[in-house]
């Protein structure tokens, strides 16, 4: 059989396109990440990002897992391609996305099966799991419209959270899941995303804190005669010091002329 893709029915609805990649079997935990569309509540970043995907655009999904963002894109109306490196929970995905490509995002034979240009191209939580997330970067410039974007989530390893538990008790210890997933190869604040797409050729046209942990704010909500100050607190503690107190960010990036 030829390791390039191969097309084939799935369910009767959908093309599944199979191809090999070089870590498309490298799986810890299948399924890890299964949400049921209309059922699973939508988290505050990927709500964030679907608010930013105009209605009835060609969208490419990397990293659909089983699809459960697919099908939130195709309620919008949008063309949905997803690309999902597990075949178990790409089969799932299938249900939802108009197209599947099975393989590792940074095999260019892979890429190389792909039906763009797309109007926005997603990496939602998937460039830090990449050996040469770059690369990927530079490649996909192609797989866009003209005016398309690369909306990316990342999380950020400078947060009061990993801070604290670093300084205060030396731990940097890797979890299932979260910013110290034991499956992220690459660790990014908020000024090596931002290099990370600059570098790569594109120009960031929006950025935001989606996810935001401001310290001590917690324990002034629990102070009776504080309590009123902790909203303050939170915006200006953010506002002054993103890199302290974003969790999640979520940057929209557009190719950069000449490269």
Known sequence: MSERALER????????AAASGRR??????PLAYHAEPGVTPMSIEKQAVLDRVPAGARVLEVG??????SACLRERGCTVTALEVDPHAAAHAATYAHRVVVGDVEDAAVRAELDGPYDDILFMHVLEHLVDPWAVLRAMRGDLTLRGRAIVLLPNVACWRVRKALFLGGAFEYEDTGIL?????????LDSARALLETSGYAIADWAPVDVCV?????????????ALAPRWHRWLA?????????????????????
């Open 181 to 189: 997933d034991r499956t992220h190869l690459r660790f990014f604040t």
């Open 215 to 227: 310290p001590f704010e917690r324990r002034l909500r629990h102070v009776p005669l504080a309590r």
């Open 239 to 259: 506002a002054r010091h993103p890199n302290l107190c974003t969790e999640i960010a979520l940057f929209a990036a557009v190719p950069r002329a000449g490269g």
């Open 24 to 29: 498309a079997m490298l799986q810890t935990a």
């Open 64 to 69: 659909a897992h089983t699809g459960y963002f």
């Open 9 to 16: 029915p799935v369910e009767g609805t959908v093309g599944l």
